[in-house]
Structure formats: structure tokens, C-alpha cells
């Protein structure tokens, strides 16, 4: 368990939100893109199979929408689909693509724009969970304490600190309900 970084009451419960010291990488999970990047300390590729002349040859195909992966490194990484304005610690490390078979499969029909979208979604979540930025929340009663009572809920993954917020929020709002409904 990690330190709390935030608290957040209702009436009833007390969430707390925290670092997630075992987060899942997202890039394991079903994505849309494949990402192929070449660094000398990092492996950020989807798969270690390519060279960077197989990368160049596949995404100058017409059947293919790709975009260009950059990476910033200055104490934390970033990763973004559009250039940094620092030439000295940051620049292009490979791409994300998709073939347009894998869109029309995704969207049920050539969807280059929500595909283009989604692509950029995968590299900025990537990015934060590169960065530790990946948190889990626990709720407990109010009246009990928060060391000697199970919590009432918890969840680890959330990837995105605003993301975690909101959820917590709209899961002790929907507790208080339930408890008025008890």
C-alpha cells in the first residue's frame, strides 16, 4: 500500500486515493495501435520483431494509417504524437499504426479520423503510465477505522489523475444513495 494522495469525504464514507504499486501496462491490453520505437534505455515497442527499415517500408503503405511516436525525456518521460520544442531532450522514437482492415474491424467501417483519435488516446495513456501517473482508490466507513475495518470498496488501474477523481466521487455519491435506500 502507498501513501494516500488525496482524501475525499461524503457523509458516510472516506475515499482514499493512492499511487497503484503494481499498475497493469495498458500496451498488454487490446489496443487499436502497434507501437514500434527504437531507444537505446527504453522498450516502449508492442514487438521487438521489427527493424527500422521493415517500420519505414510498412507505414508508407496506402492501407496503413500511421503517427509519428515522440518521446521528451527531462527528469520524467513524455510521450506524444506531435513534436516537443526541445531539440536536446526530446525527438522521434518510432510510430503508432493501425492497417485499415483492423479499423474497419474496430469501427465497422474506414473511420481514419476516430482511428487517427484513438491512436493519440493510446500514446498519451501509455505516457502517463510510463510516468507512475496509474491509481487505485479505497473506501471505508466513516465510523470505523480506516486500519481495523476492510474497506466497503476498492479499485487499482485508473491511469490518469482525473480520471480517478471523478470516479471516486461518483462512486461515493452512488454509496450515499444506496445507503438512503437501505
Not at 507505414?59 to 500511421?66: G, N, P, R
Not at 501509455?126 to 477505522?145: A, L, M, P, R, T
Request: aromatic share 12%; glycine share 6%.
Amino acid at each position: 500500500m502507498s501513501d494516500i494522495l488525496e482524501t475525499i469525504e461524503s457523509k458516510n464514507y472516506i475515499a482514499n486515493i493512492q499511487f497503484d504499486t503494481s499498475p497493469f501496462n495498458p500496451r498488454e491490453d487490446d489496443n487499436l495501435g502497434t507501437i514500434i520505437a527504437f531507444h537505446s534505455r527504453y522498450n516502449y515497442s508492442d514487438n521487438n520483431d521489427w527493424t527500422k527499415e521493415e517500420l519505414l517500408e510498412h507505414i508508407q503503405k496506402e492501407d496503413i494509417l500511421s503517427l509519428p511516436v515522440y518521446m521528451y525525456e527531462h527528469s520524467g518521460i513524455a510521450l506524444r504524437t506531435t513534436p516537443f520544442n526541445c531539440k536536446w531532450d526530446s525527438g522521434q522514437i518510432g510510430y503508432i499504426f493501425v492497417s485499415h482492415a483492423e479499423i474497419i474491424e474496430c469501427f465497422g467501417k474506414l473511420n481514419l479520423d476516430q482511428a487517427g483519435k484513438n491512436l493519440i488516446a493510446e500514446i498519451d495513456e501509455f505516457s502517463d503510465y510510463c510516468n507512475g501517473e496509474v491509481y487505485g482508490y479505497q473506501i471505508y466507513k466513516k465510523d470505523e477505522s480506516r486500519h481495523d475495518s476492510d474497506d466497503v470498496e476498492s479499485c487499482w488501474g485508473y491511469i490518469g489523475y482525473d480520471h480517478i477523481k471523478e470516479t471516486v466521487e461518483e462512486q461515493l455519491k452512488y454509496l450515499e444513495k444506496e445507503k438512503t435506500n437501505e
